[in-house]
C-alpha cells in the first residue's frame, strides 16, 4: 500500500508553508537588523529623535513578531511535514497545530493588508494551509500513520528473573 494522497498532500502543504516561514523569518532577521542600524544614527535632534524613537519601538515589535512568527511555522510545518512523510504521529500533531496556526495568521495578515498584491498572497498561503490542515485531519491520514507503527517490545512488562549482578 503506498502513500494515501491525503498524506501526501498534508505532508507537500506543509513543507510548502514551512518554507514561507523560512521566508518570513530572513525577513524578519533583516528588518531587525536594519532597525538596529538605523537607531543608532544620532543626528537627529533631541525632539525629532524622540518621535523617531517611538515609531522605532513600534517597528521593532513588528519585526521582532514577524521573526517569531517565521521561526514557529519552519518548526511546525517544516519539521512536523518531514515527520509526517516518515509516519512519525507527532509529524501529524505538529502539521495540524502548525497549519491551523498558518492558516489564522493569513487570514489576519489578509484583515488588515491594504495593499492588493499582499492580500492576493496572504489569500493564497491561507488556503493552502487550509487544505494541508484538511488534509491531515482526514481519516485516512490517521489510517496511513497508524499502519506504519511496529508493536515493539513494551518495557513495562516483567522482565526475566537474571539479576543485575551475575
Wanted: glycine share 14%; aromatic share 6%; net charge neutral.
Amino acid at each position: 500500500m503506498g502513500i494515501p494522497i491525503s498524506a501526501l498532500l498534508a505532508g507537500i502543504g506543509a513543507l510548502a508553508g514551512g518554507s514561507v516561514g523560512i521566508l518570513v523569518l530572513i525577513g524578519g532577521i533583516s528588518q531587525l537588523y536594519r532597525g538596529s542600524f538605523y537607531r543608532s544614527l544620532t543626528f537627529l535632534d533631541a525632539e525629532r529623535k524622540a518621535d523617531a524613537e517611538i515609531k522605532a519601538d513600534i517597528a521593532e515589535l513588528g519585526d521582532r513578531l514577524e521573526f517569531a512568527i517565521g521561526a514557529v511555522l519552519v518548526v511546525l510545518l517544516c519539521i512536523g511535514g518531514v515527520l509526517l512523510l516518515c509516519r512519525r504521529a507527532a509529524g501529524l500533531t505538529m502539521v495540524i497545530i502548525g497549519s491551523g496556526l498558518a492558516f489564522f495568521i493569513w487570514i489576519g495578515v489578509l484583515a488588515v493588508s491594504d495593499n492588493g498584491t499582499i492580500a492576493v498572497m496572504s489569500a493564497l498561503l491561507a488556503l493552502v494551509a487550509l487544505c494541508a490542515l484538511v488534509a491531515a485531519l482526514l481519516p485516512g491520514t490517521h489510517r496511513w500513520i497508524d499502519a506504519g507503527r511496529v508493536e515493539g517490545i513494551s518495557t513495562n512488562r516483567a522482565r526475566s528473573g537474571v539479576g543485575p549482578y551475575n
